[in-house]
């Protein structure tokens, strides 16, 4: 069975939150949107809004899905919502650093591969 993997497009102020992750060494460096690997038995949204607390000491409530499955590899896929943040300020807990990106700015960090055909989706839908 696929691994799951649930990413947060966290929007506030009509800014997409991007994320660089501090590793494994081959992912380190690369911008991705806050979130993880889904737990057994946990749902997808329930592991999002985990993994934003955890990752970035916020509380989110998602909102709309940003297409389907995104295949990142032939064992693992990626699913994605869009999220407002309903509690806290980000930090990067486990993350090197984070960046708000404007409408203007959503192609400003080197997105992991994985992450580029849901910012093209973003980008042509709009982040408002
Ligand atoms: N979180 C996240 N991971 C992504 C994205 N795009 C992408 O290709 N990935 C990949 C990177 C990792 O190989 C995998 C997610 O693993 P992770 O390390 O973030 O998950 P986790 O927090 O549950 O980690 P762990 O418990 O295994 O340490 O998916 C994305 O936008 N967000």
Redesign the pocket.
Known sequence: MDLV?V?AAIISDGRLLSAQRAEPPH?AGGW??????VDPGESDEDALVR?CHEELGIKIRLDRRIGGDWR?SER?L?RVWTAVIVAGEPRALEHLALRWLGPDELYDVDW?P??RPVIDILAETGIT
């Open positions: 993997v990413g992912l991705e949107l806050p979130g993880g690997k993994e990142l693992s990626l992991l994985g992450d």
